[in-house]
């Protein structure tokens, strides 16, 4: 990877002083992942150039440390790590030119706090966001911002541009300022996670922002995209089984958002907050949801209720809080997703009353399971919609045919409401792993259906405004059983 | 001597006072295992045996190890004084609760004894009176003990009799495991004798008859012998004339029956006592009015003596008229019994009036076959490992036979319709299907698992393994009724020594040399994904087979169970296969015997990759050769100044340059896996191997034949969807053979392709040590493995450092999943229960899981 710097100048030559480096010289500093080169392209006395060429070892960054960590992943073998300007740019950018960007320069004192005109060069700077973010990030620093985006592959124009930029920024700026700015912003706007940079360094990186980082109007941002990228590459056996599959492993393990369990303590709040798009002032719906799901579970008369794909436990935490509700079970078919809910709900160190009222284990809804029978309630709270269509009537005979709770709570998506969503677009739906999203006409019909199949009675309600035109955000139904004994009471 | 009867699988309760020897008669009796003895249970609790404090928690431990004995079906005796009614109705309960027979062994010795005995013992200081208050609680309770519910009492009363006693075990009524076969199931009959006759001659046996002309026997030629399910009475026209015959079958040692519901009520009607006449029942009174009284005595006698039901064949076939669950299996109890009479009934009636009955054997797990009756079915079905021989024949359906072990189903019709059935029995067909249940149970797939294979033994699954499938089979795969296997992974040749390639065909061949394998076909690897099609012959045989809806004909999964397309493209793809093999005359030919088959389940390779991977090749592979490319020009640029200002960067400007052509070509290679396809246009499907059929898997067929299916199908493919696969066969000892074997795979890759894999010619087949032979064996190209190790793996520097790779783990996983997709292929065809199949598919995922090093 590559980074340059070029002052036009009268005195040019001089940036050798700032920089420590003499600009006839090729030095050369040994990194943990490779070997840092200055030299310098271009030395004239009214143009100077220098260029940091960062030469990493691709093999010997899988075998070092942390390797383990992240072990038996592709994506540990195959990555942009060894070209892409970030983390390990920043780090060596911050070792090469440690004395410059403190801005100290002992001979000449005043070069290093001059303001000089510089233009820096990083081709391949990964950008999340797109070229706006770099534009975000840098330009209140006093910069000038080109951003052009890479194509992912120029023989494939149908696949558009990369997540790459080629960066140019221009500035008459200290060049202490320009070497923090980038150590600290370059990582920032990785879209990538960062395999081999522990904590320490990105606690390095936000020191270094001192003294102008308060003061950035996307400081909440910078801190937002840091946050995100503490999330360590947990390599389950789920991420696994995607790789082996070819599908990234995101993109079956996603059952918890990728920065929820390197977090502990923070509670980031429902998943489904932001699916949803609400105003930022109102209740958001994921507490309205909840709120009409336990109100119905309390309309019910229900004292033990099963939380069928509890995900983290929002809801299970809010039973908690009512001791009407003596027996709580969460299952979720994500081991990930029951981790983190225990977590949450601070299970290991919850007072021993509370504790006995709730138990988390790993089921699925496509199953049964004689450990989700014999609860007053049974709740499907945003989960249906995560079926894929052909394995509902399993989901149906399991739920309602054998555990065959008294009463049943089923919300889901009202896709008919999905056009209030300036940010949606049309004919997308709310989640990317949502295999359907019903209209209030489809959920109506398979809920009768289903009830008339085992002998269930069913109202339907909803969660949210309603709309006049297109009904509320999301629906919910509730299924009575008619019938006094079930198959798998009465065995 | 005395001789003590105990049934085999009892819980032997002994009674008797501190002192009365009991533990010294257990001792001699039984087995070292056997006795549970309080004494014992108190040390184990609490460090001492006569700690009278530990009693409580003593006996919680003791009634936990009974229960675990008595669920293994294993005889327990408890060794306690066991005086106090109290303590013996726990004992019974915890007997009932198992469904066995409780059993009390008194040892009711002189007081004297006891004393001196006690005395004797220098750890236990039991006073007299003690004992003497044991005694007269004892003796307090010798006559209710029938009462409170032991089926069998032994009293000894002396030290003599305590010495002389003999425990003899006797086996349930209901266990007849010696009994082989084979045999031949009858259900219902309903008093209908003439198609009884009929069924049986059809079955080969040749009717004897009376004086009368009254069929009194059937003997069948090859000693094959009828069972029958019960319900030989009532509604039907002959009931007495069916009974007669059945009697004289199980008389002269030619048939075993146990009885149904009618048989009991019939037992009741004929002893007087009330019973509501009806149900047919009026019948067969009247038609046994016109018997002689001893005929209905010996009718009445027979049927009273009929045990409920059979455990024949070692414990593989059960016989019982309503079913009957595992855990009732050669077990005594008035549920177990009445579950075999009635079935699992809720006590609550149908919209017709009949008593709903639970689908017990949706969750029959057990690995006897339960063969019954009770309930009317239009076609003999296979559930879980059972099968329902009531096909109505007296409601106007057929009367049915199962041949065991054959399973073959063997029918008549029904020579009218006799009685009117109070809910309409479905259209007549004959023949069997299967009903799979549409869903199965965590328990059958969740935790640590051993699966028992043909071909590997016992193959275990981490916990861990098993709950990242879960969640991947839960949210991602197909209905697991159509997803009868997964592929196993494979594993790469041995790391190439030296040269400028990690992977060279070389390795492959020595691999299967030292293992003794002579012949080996090299297969072209396609560019493509692993696909696994169930393509159905037409809907029928996909919704008799699969329980599949209309519309849907079969599945394309990938190697993680996936479906691969929307319902459509599906469709289509399914549509061009079912037309080729039906070109080919695959139908026809594949099924049992060379015969016909509903369906096919094919091995294919499935082109471009993209169609799949499109996400991954763009997020990852297209995203290094991005990132690459914008960063290593300029990078070259800089360094080309730098040196024309005379700056010493040869070798860094060497080495960026490498770097830059690397990047080139691993875009290249990459680019190779991508082109548009549109609906089924620009798709390709390459099917190498034939996997399963009806009734018959093709393992042990050499890949010459599969090869040649699969030419036959691309042959016979009008859409141009089907490629071929390029093969080549080797001698591995021959020197020309392997050397043509290389230049092949050179010339393979040198042109842009993949690799090819090196199977057995033979496929299934057995190495140098016995164990299966690795099923195949990759050899992938040189710029193939640019996008698995990286664009600059090639460099001589780095290559040396990737030849340390550990294949072990990989070996042995590939033939530990091969094992597993071989027995899931194994149970599909063989008829066993879906959760049995489920088990072994969802073996393979969990084992996908493990980690092991991706690049292999």
């Not at chain 1, 004239?44 to 390797?67: C, I, N, S």
């Amino acid at each position: 990877m590559l980074l340059t710097l070029t002052t036009r100048d009268d005195a040019a030559r001089d940036l050798g002083f700032v920089l420590h480096k003499h600009p006839d010289r090729v030095q050369w500093f040994d990194q943990a992942f490779g070997v840092a080169h200055v030299l310098y392209p271009q030395a004239d006395d009214d143009v100077v150039t220098v260029a940091l060429v960062l030469e990493v070892d691709p093999v010997a960054l899988v075998r070092g440390k942390g390797a383990r960590d992240a072990a038996f992943s592709l994506a540990q073998y195959v990555n942009d790590r060894p070209y892409a300007a970030s983390s390990m740019l920043a780090v060596a950018l911050g070792r090469v030119f440690r004395t410059a960007m403190a801005g100290r320069c002992d001979q000449r004192p005043e070069l290093a706090e001059r303001a000089w005109p510089l233009e820096v060069h990083v081709p391949s700077v990964p950008c999340r966001g797109g070229a706006d973010a770099a534009v975000r990030l840098f330009a209140p620093l006093g910069w000038d911002v080109e951003v052009t985006p890479v194509p992912l592959d120029p023989t494939i124009p149908e696949w558009g541009d990369s997540r790459y930029v080629d960066l140019r920024l221009r500035g008459t700026l200290r060049v202490a300022d320009a070497l923090q700015h980038l150590y600290v912003l370059l990582p920032t706007l990785d879209a990538a996670k960062h395999y081999w940079v522990g904590l320490d360094e990105v606690d390095k990186l936000v020191r270094a922002g001192q003294g102008w980082l308060a003061d950035h109007p996307a400081r909440d941002e910078i801190a937002r995209r840091y946050l995100a990228h503490r999330g360590s590459l947990v390599a389950s056996a789920v991420a696994r089984l995607a790789e082996v599959d070819d599908a990234e492993p995101e993109a079956l393990d996603d059952a918890v958002p990728a920065d929820r369990d390197a977090l502990p303590g923070e509670d980031p709040g429902p998943a489904v907050a932001g699916e949803d798009g609400d105003p930022p002032a109102a209740v958001p719906l994921a507490r309205r949801r909840l709120d009409a799901v336990v109100e119905q579970l309390r309309l019910a008369g229900a004292r033990s209720v099963v939380d069928l794909g509890c995900g983290e436990g929002h809801l299970l935490g809010a039973l908690l809080d009512d001791p009407r509700f003596d027996r709580l079970l969460g299952v979720d078919v994500s081991p990930r997703a029951l981790e983190v809910a225990a977590r949450r709900l601070h299970l290991d160190t919850m007072p021993a009353r509370r504790r006995a009222r709730i138990e988390l284990a790993q089921s699925s809804v496509t199953y049964t399971d004689a450990r989700v029978a014999g609860f007053d309630a049974a709740v499907l709270m945003e989960v249906v919609e995560h079926v894929d269509p052909p394995r509902l009537a399993a989901l149906e005979r399991a739920v309602l045919g054998v555990a065959a709770p008294p009463t049943v709570v089923v919300t889901t998506p009202n896709a008919e409401h999905n056009v209030r969503y300036p940010t949606l677009a049309a004919g997308t739906m709310r989640h990317h792993d949502h295999r359907f999203e019903w209209t209030r006409a489809e959920l109506a019909a398979w809920a009768r259906a289903a009830a008339d199949r085992y002998g269930y009675d069913v109202e339907l309600l909803g969660v949210g405004d309603d709309d006049p035109e297109v009904g509320p955000p999301t629906q919910l139904a509730v299924f009575r059983r008619t019938t006094e004994t079930t198959g798998e009471e009465a065995r | 001597m005395t001789t003590l009867t105990v049934p085999a699988l009892s819980l032997v309760v002994l009674v008797g006072a501190s002192g009365s020897g009991k533990s010294t008669f257990a001792a001699r009796a039984f087995g070292p295992f056997e006795t549970l003895s309080s004494d014992f249970f108190r040390g184990l609790v609490a460090n001492d045996p006569n700690d009278q404090g530990a009693t409580r928690a003593a006996f919680d431990a003791l009634h936990h190890v009974a229960a675990a004995r008595l669920d293994a079906g294993l005889l327990t005796v408890v060794d306690a004084t066991n005086v106090q009614a109290q303590a013996r109705r726990s004992l019974v309960d915890l007997a009932r609760a198992h469904d066995v027979l409780p059993v009390a062994i008194v040892l009711d010795l002189p007081e004297e004894v006891c004393v001196a005995r006690n005395a004797a013992r220098d750890d236990r200081d039991l006073g007299a009176h003690v004992v003497r208050r044991q005694r007269d609680q004892l003796r307090r309770s010798l006559r209710g003990l029938a009462k409170e519910g032991f089926r069998t009492v032994h009293v000894l009363r002396s030290v003599d009799e305590v010495e002389a006693a003999v425990i003899a075990r006797q086996p349930l009524r209901s266990d007849r495991r010696d009994e082989r076969g084979p045999f031949d199931v009858v259900g219902d009959v309903h008093g209908c004798r003439s198609e009884l006759e009929a069924l049986l001659v059809r079955l080969g046996y040749a009717l004897v008859r009376d004086d009368a002309g009254r069929p009194v026997d059937a003997v069948h030629p090859a000693g094959r012998r009828a069972v029958f399910v019960g319900d030989l009475v009532d509604r039907g026209p002959d009931s007495p004339g069916v009974v007669r015959l059945v009697m004289g079958m199980v008389a002269a040692g030619h048939a075993l029956a146990v009885p149904g519901n009618h048989e009991e009520k019939l037992v009741r009607a004929l002893d007087g006592k009330q019973v509501r006449v009806a149900h047919g029942l009026a019948e067969t009174l009247e038609q046994l009015a016109g018997e002689s009284e001893e005929f209905r005595r010996e009718v009445r006698d027979w049927c009273d003596g009929l045990v409920a039901h059979l455990v024949l064949d070692g414990g593989a076939l059960v016989v019982a008229h309503a079913g009957l669950k595992e855990s009732f299996h050669n077990r005594a109890s008035g549920r177990v019994r009445s579950f075999a009479l009635y079935g699992d009934t809720t006590g609550e009636t149908d919209e017709y009036g009949l008593p709903v009955r639970l689908p017990w054997a949706d969750d029959y797990r057990g690995r006897a076959t339960v063969l019954y009756g009770h309930t009317p079915t239009a076609v003999p079905t296979w559930v879980n490992n059972t099968m329902c021989l009531d096909t109505g024949c007296v409601f106007g359906g057929h009367l049915t036979a199962l041949r065991y072990p054959e399973r073959e189903v063997v029918q008549v019709p029904a020579e009218r319709t006799w009685c009117e059935p109070a809910r309409p029995l479905d259209a007549v067909p004959s023949g069997t299907a299967r009903r799979d249940p549409d869903v199965l149970d965590v328990s059958d797939v969740l935790g640590r698992r051993s699966v028992e294979t043909t071909l590997l033994g016992r193959v275990t699954v981490a916990e861990e393994n098993a709950a990242g499938a879960l969640e991947v089979m839960s949210r991602f795969a197909v209905d697991p009724r159509w997803l009868l296997y997964l592929p196993p992974t494979m594993s790469p040749c041995a790391t190439a020594p030296d040269g400028d390639l990690l992977e060279h065909p070389a390795q492959a061949f020595d691999a299967y040399r030292s293992d003794g394998v002579g012949t080996v076909v090299c297969e072209e690897k396609h560019m493509g994904s692993r696909a696994v099609v169930l393509v159905c012959r037409d809907q029928a045989a996909a919704s008799g087979r699969f329980g599949m809806p209309d519309g849907v004909t079969g599945v394309v999964h990938t190697r993680t169970g996936r479906p691969f397309f929307d319902a459509a493209r599906s469709e289509a793809l399914l549509a061009v296969l079912r037309d080729a093999a039906t070109t080919a005359g695959l139908w026809d030919t594949l099924g049992p015997d060379d015969g016909p088959t509903g369906w096919l389940l094919l091995d294919a390779e499935l082109m471009p990759w993209s169609v799949k991977a499109g996400d991954l090749l763009r997020h990852q592979y297209a995203a290094v050769g991005a990132a690459a490319r914008s960063a290593l020009s300029p990078a070259v640029d800089a360094l080309r100044a730098a040196a024309a200002r005379g700056l010493d960067v040869a070798g860094l400007l060497d080495r960026t340059d490498a770097r830059r052509r690397n990047a080139d070509a691993f875009a290249d290679a990459y680019r190779r896996y991508v082109w548009p396809t549109d609906g089924l246009d620009g798709v390709r499907l390459a099917p190498f191997q034939v996997l399963a059929a009806d009734g018959r898997t093709f393992e042990t067929q050499d890949h010459l034949w599969h090869l040649d299916v699969a030419d036959r199908l691309v042959a016979a493919d009008a859409a141009g969807v089907l490629q071929g696969t390029r093969r080549l066969v080797v001698d591995v000892d021959d020197e020309a053979s392997v050397g043509a074997g290389v230049a092949w795979w050179t010339d393979l890759t040198g042109a842009g392709g993949e690799g090819m894999v090196v199977k057995p010619l033979g496929n299934l087949v057995r190495g140098r040590r016995g164990g299966p032979a690795q099923p195949g064996i990759k050899v992938r190209g040189r710029e193939y493995l640019r996008i698995i190790y990286g664009p600059d793996y090639t460099e001589p520097a780095n290559l040396e450092r990737l030849r340390s790779r550990s294949l072990g783990r990989k070996r042995g996983l590939a033939l530990r999943e091969y094992a597993l997709g071989l027995e899931g292929l194994a149970r599909a065809t063989s008829g066993e229960p879906l959760w049995r199949v489920h088990e072994a598919v969802f073996a393979v995922l969990a084992l996908e899981s493990e980690p092991v090093d991706p690049r292999l």
